[in-house]
């Protein structure tokens, strides 16, 4: 068999896997829809603002594409194919499958000679790891890569052939990066030892090797913010140039390192690269490498003429910033030889612009409009044509009249004539896109505000799966009718090009007289114009864009005492770039803080993709002009995920020495302010996942202890008290010690910000240490409770704490005391800017139509959705014993009640549970019962919510005892108020 690697697929697997990490992609089939393979972008400042380096668009009907119908040049990479003779590599593929056998003859090789050897590292390669767990799995993988470097280093210092020397390093370069990769402390030492030893070799290939290994290390470090040599990178990307053939392969490597480069800030030497790249393969025989050539030296074109600067200038409303924009724009997209890359850069960015520089984005469109017009390119001509076109149709909207037709869920026609004399959002959507179910969240809000007053909704969902948006409305129903606007045959939809509608969420505004009043309202603005128009109304401002106040502002001469004012830096600032010499592009400065206030962002507690995955839920960024492979060349089993950067990280990073976020090191306090801020700006998922809490934690820490500007220590405590109390709100038990830990260190603190965290911390840990008062302490608690709520306003880190009130509330004996506490404390909870709070306010406040405890004696009926997705029977359950749990991941008690119900429901097969969930966030409710192995059922989503109103129940956990006939037998509020009954009637 051939063994031979050629040394270019060398420095290929090395790139993927000793630390491009940035670029990798998360590997797998797309969704239904996201921003990557619809025609629609997502009209959202964090999803469509990419880096403007990244100019190539997505591939894909309605996409803009080479002429073939492919991405334009440079844009994705393919996976690597395995050599000649060399069986591809596939990660395991779940950790919890059973131990698999090696294939036959893995047991060990054939013989000592160098041939056998070789064959039997083959083999190694193929096999699955065994084991039952994740850390089993791992260790087993790490085992078998390390077996295959032994054999690898015997069969290197053997008296063989030079193909076969030069497998034996491949397999090792593969091996130990793996490893590194995996946390093995040894293995980066042994790859940079090992480069030394390829250098000293008189075989060319080896030297070429080491070469390129040197070269792969110079590319992690320049990634991971270390010094280097950056003019040395330009001189080793053209002696690889010079030494290899000029193949695609070639081509792929060199472009990896120029958007290297200009990722990391280096825009001169990417510009060098580029053109570098462009000349060598502008002449190539095969015509799509010379295609390709000519979008690389659009893309140093775009990057040399300074047009992302100007942007972020447009962006953040400075002024005068229009013309020069607009002009540069208008250059770049008259030059000789613009194609796809330029016009998919301002394709990409237009609709930002739509949203935050109307006039100046009417102004590019019309450069795009005119520009190719007569293009010898005749898709490159159409594309363009049709960007201007669609446009037209949006902008001028206003005025006039706006029709919906079509066929909703229901398989009836909407009755467009029904909403006359009305005013009417009409909003097109998707369950797969995260901006689009943010904003969603936000239409809600206003719909209840308003509905009464005369305000309708109608959607427009875009789903090319219906039983996606099925499964999307069983769980989170809407109150408006949703059109079916898309054909899932062709995937388009009549109503969206009828309008131009590219990228949603798109919203149009339809006065009474039904014609347009506006398009693209978006968050506040929404509510704005909705006040206007039904004045004595309030608007709604979302929880999510409310600039969070200090909850007692201290005073400018408080904070000329303190210090505070020093180095002003914004409570939640914007996502910033990463200072110069730690990689920042200068394309990731495009949500500056006058921007950031009309950017969209996932609702707190609102619409989330219940019971899809999570890679689903956020869009998809591949194909958008960043050059990355599709796959990493090594991943854990399938227990690994994708952040939102790309870095691929394990599910059980936490319980191994493997820490996945943490800080760079050697970061300036400042530096590590920028780094906690980019942080805290991460999707939910990314924020719940093991690690991230403690990376944060970590930097805080770094900055506390360093010698930082008072501001910048301030900063660093509350992300620090943010971030711990996030995870324990979520049930992380260390998170909550450390956060009580920190709070008690913080005592002594005098600077009001952080004094004011202190009290906060220290009053929730009383409220949830309520039960282990005597009775009559518990008044004087809850008094001071009320002092507080009444002094701050209450946002979402408040929910913990308000649950663990109305728990030691419904300790008191006296019913009337009792309510008299619920009344004040629901008209706190209900101001609340938060959802989820506001929404347990009113619930509490207002008196059950029938108390809780007048159900002893009544049956009991349960319906509606189960956490899987399922519809629940409650037939099933009748003959056993129940115990019914009403509870939320956001309430402390509830969540310290988990393992009491655990080993309660573990003494008897005749005893079930089954939870009541009153989540709004299904992700946070999934995470919850995956993290402590819950078995029972939990009905959740709106009709939960309703069997909570309909038997009274406010105060959670709220636990029902339901006997054999399906009537209730006890209610409690812990686990020790209702064991007794439910052995009484075990044992009865």
């Known amino acids: 068999m051939t063994l031979q690697l050629t040394v270019s697929r060398s420095l290929h697997v090395t790139l993927w896997t000793v630390g491009v990490l940035t670029i990798v992609g998360c590997g797998g089939d797309p969704g239904p829809i996201t921003s990557a393979n619809t025609k629609y972008e997502v009209a959202d400042g964090e999803d469509a603002a990419t880096a403007p380096g990244d100019s190539n668009p997505a591939p894909g009907t309605g996409s803009i594409g080479n002429e073939s119908g492919g991405s334009a040049p440079g844009a994705t990479f393919e996976p690597i194919p395995p050599a000649a003779g060399e069986s591809p590599r596939q990660p395991p593929s779940s950790p919890q499958r059973p131990p698999t056998t090696p294939p036959a003859g893995a047991q060990g090789p054939a013989s000592d000679a160098p041939e056998d050897l070789m064959a039997y590292v083959t083999q190694l390669g193929t096999r699955e790891p065994s084991g039952t767990t994740q850390d089993e799995v791992v260790a087993d993988f790490l085992r078998t890569q390390g077996e295959i470097v032994e054999i690898s280093e015997r069969v290197f210092a053997m008296d063989t052939t030079p193909e076969l020397k030069l497998a034996a390093a491949n397999a090792k370069v593969r091996s130990l990066s793996q490893m590194s990769q995996l ?326 505004l339809v006065g009474k007289d039904g014609n347009v009043l506006a398009a693209n309202l978006r968050g506040n603005e929404l509510g704005e114009r909705l006040a206007d128009l039904f004045p004595g109304v309030q608007p709604v401002v979302p929880a999510e864009q409310v600039t969070p106040q200090p909850d007692d502002p201290a005073s400018a001469d408080d904070r000329a005492k303190t210090g505070e004012d020093e180095a002003p830096v914004p409570l939640t600032p914007p996502k910033s770039a990463p200072p110069a010499d730690q990689g920042a592009g200068k394309l990731d400065a495009l949500r500056p803080a006058a921007f950031a206030a009309r950017t969209l962002r996932a609702p707190q507690a609102g619409f989330v993709a219940a019971g899809w995955p999570a890679e689903t839920t956020t869009p998809a960024r591949g194909g958008q002009g960043t050059l990355r492979p599709a796959t990493p060349a090594v991943r854990l089993p399938e227990a690994g995920d994708c952040s939102d950067d790309g870095q691929t990280v394990d599910a059980e990073d936490a319980a191994s020495d493997v820490k996945p976020y943490s800080p760079p090191g050697g970061l300036s306090p400042r530096q590590l302010v920028d780094f906690i801020f980019s942080m805290q700006e991460k999707p939910r998922t990314i924020q719940r996942r093991p690690g991230f809490a403690s990376a944060i934690a970590e930097a805080a820490d770094q900055v506390l202890a360093a010698d930082a500007p008072n501001a910048l220590q301030i900063v660093a405590a509350e992300a620090k008290f943010d971030v711990l109390h996030q995870a324990a709100s979520l049930g992380d038990e260390d998170a909550d010690q450390q956060l009580l830990e920190f709070a008690r260190s913080m005592q002594e603190d005098t600077r009001p910000r952080i004094a004011r965290q202190v009290e906060f911390f220290l009053l929730e840990q009383r409220a949830l240490d309520a039960d282990a008062l005597q009775i009559a302490d518990v008044p004087p608690l809850l008094d001071d409770l009320q002092a507080y709520y009444a002094e701050h306003p209450l946002q979402e880190k408040h929910l913990r704490i308000a649950s663990a009130t109305i728990h030691a509330a419904n300790r008191l004996e006296n019913a009337e005391q009792r309510e008299a506490y619920f009344k004040k404390f629901g008209s706190q909870f209900a101001a609340s800017k938060n959802k989820e709070l506001a929404r347990y306010g009113r619930k509490i406040g207002q008196p059950p139509a029938q108390p809780a405890t007048d159900l002893v004696g009544q049956p009991l009926e349960l319906a509606g959705v189960t956490a899987l997705g399922t519809s629940f029977e409650w037939a099933a359950y009748r003959g056993k014993v129940v115990v019914v749990d009403f509870w939320a991941t956001w309430c402390g008690p509830c969540r310290r009640e988990t393992p009491h119900l655990q080993t309660l429901a573990k003494t008897s097969d005749q005893l079930e549970v089954v939870a009541v969930n009153l989540d709004r966030d299904l992700e946070a409710v999934e995470k919850y019962l995956d993290q402590h192995q819950i078995e029972w059922t939990n009905l959740v989503g709106q009709e939960a919510a309703q069997i909570a109103r309909k038997y009274g129940i406010r105060a959670i956990p709220t636990m029902l005892v339901v006997d054999v006939d399906g009537k209730v037998a006890a209610i409690g509020n812990r686990v020790a108020d209702i064991q007794s009954k439910v052995r009484q009637l075990l044992d009865g």
């Open 183 to 508: 946390g093995n402390p040894t293995a980066v030492q042994q790859l940079s030892d090992f480069v030394e030893t390829l250098n000293a070799t008189e075989d060319k290939a080896l030297r070429n090797l080491g070469f390129q290994l040197g070269f792969s290390n110079k590319m992690e470090a320049l990634r991971t913010g270390k010094q280097v040599d950056v003019a040395s990178i330009i001189d080793d990307l053209q002696q690889l140039i010079d030494g290899e053939e000029k193949d695609e392969e070639l081509l792929r490597i060199g472009s990896t390192v120029a958007a290297i480069l200009e990722q990391t800030g280096n825009s001169e030497q990417a510009v060098q690269a580029f053109r570098m790249l462009a000349a060598t393969f502008r002449t190539a025989e095969d015509t799509r490498l010379a295609a390709e050539a000519d979008g690389l030296s659009e893309r140093a074109q775009l990057l040399e003429s300074d047009i992302t600067t100007l942007l972020s200038a447009v962006l953040e409303e400075k002024e005068g910033a229009g013309p020069p924009f607009v002009a540069a724009a208008e250059s770049l997209l008259q030059a000789e030889g613009a194609s796809f890359v330029t016009l998919g850069f301002f394709q990409q960015f237009a609709p930002t612009l739509e949203i935050a520089a109307p006039d100046v984005a009417s102004k590019v469109y019309a450069a795009i409009g005119t520009a190719f017009k007569g293009n010898s390119n005749e898709n490159l001509a159409k594309a363009a044509d049709q960007i201007a076109a669609s446009y037209t149709k949006r902008s001028t909207l206003a005025g006039k009249p706006f029709v919906v037709e079509g066929t909703t869920l229901d398989g009836k026609p909407l009755d467009w004539s029904s909403y006359r004399d009305k005013v009417v959002l009409v909003v097109f959507w998707t369950t797969q896109i995260e901006a689009s179910l943010a904003e969603m969240a936000n239409i809600r809000e206003n719909y209840d505000r308003f509905h009464e007053l005369g305000f309708e909704v109608v959607g427009i969902n875009l789903d090319a799966d219906q039983q996606s948006l099925r499964r999307f409305l069983s769980i989170q129903s809407l109150p408006w009718p949703t059109v079916l606007g898309s054909d899932p045959a062709t995937r388009q939809s009549p109503l969206a090009e009828k309008y131009g509608v590219v990228s949603i969420p798109f919203l149009v």
